[in-house]
């Protein structure tokens, strides 16, 4: 018997600190990728770890009817980090649920059904979320799939104004795509974007599961651009690897709670590694960190190109979600990336190397990325 979704990689990992995961060999690798973004504080941030062992020795679960310190601390943390008062709290166990939940509260609040998602956008996998992204690839084994969702092209105004209507329930917006590429919206994009759906009377979501807690120079990506959506969601590295996702809500959302619920929602466990995680974000000021660094390593990727010559097509991004679109299969460069250089990173696509690394990174880990990048694509 084994497990038969992922197709696993020929390292087996047994341990991580800060930026580093150790295999079982003992072999360090710095981990350009995060986990799929799950360490923004780094690995086993002891702070975290240490809110984790004492919650767990306290009261490993409640339901989420009876209140507990680690949660109403976490609802009241989520709820003064919000970006324009969004400050109604949500939580469950994934990013995918997180825009389940959107899209549930959304379309209760309007009476609406129709969703807006883009082409290239990615939110998830269970049957609502996975309606509403867009890759092909991801969903036509599993059709009929949640429905009434049209697509628009990200970035496109004017189709955006045309697609959004009076039955339009709500929205769907990362304020940077990752998965489909890394590719960031423009400011005067997400205005439209709020502008178009207060006309409407139609809520307007960010999903910043991977764009969220400092990873692109603003503790909230739509922070940057000056936009408060009516809802944003948020998982990923939130409680540093222990499964949690967090929807929040104007009060207009909010208001009609109607019948949605979860076993494990908030439990008290994950809400410490939360708490610890974001007092670890907010003190050590990650989100200025992560600008500062991205703007660095992302220069020093456009110099080695040039320099060197490399078959490197493109270098975008915002703060540490870096993509670069390369002249050849991004699978290809990072396995080398991962069994030469022990550099683990991501692919966004096909031609995508995505770098999402731990915000808590420092120059040096920056400049061994780009010699790997150096030595890998030359
Ligand atoms: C990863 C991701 C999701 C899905 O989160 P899961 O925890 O894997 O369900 C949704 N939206 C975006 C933008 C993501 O990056």
Redesign the pocket.
Known sequence: MSGFVFSEKPIAIESGEGPHLYADDGTEYLDLGAS??VAPVGHCHPRVVEAVQEQAEDLMYVQASYPVTARTELYEKLAALAPGGIDNVWLC???????EAAMKFARSATGNSKIIATKR??????LG?LAM?WKKKYKAPFEPLAGDVEFVSYGDEEELAEAIDDETAAVFL?PV???GGVHPASAEYLRAARDLTAEAGAALVF?????GLGRTGALWACEAAGVTPDVL?T??GIASGL?L?ATLCADWIAEKPGDHGSTFSGGPVVCAAANATLDAVVEEDLPTRAGDLGSYLTERVEEATETHDLPVRDVRGRGLMIGIEVRRGANRVLRDLALDRQVLALPAGRSVVRLLPPLVIEEEHADSAVDALTEVLG
Do not use: C, L, M, V
Request: glycine share 16%; charged share 25%.
């Open positions: 799929y973004a166990n994934s990013g995918t649920e997180a825009n956008g990615f939110h998830g996998r269970t979320a992204t990362e795509q990752g998965e999903d910043e599961i991977q764009t969601t998982a990923k499964p996702g």
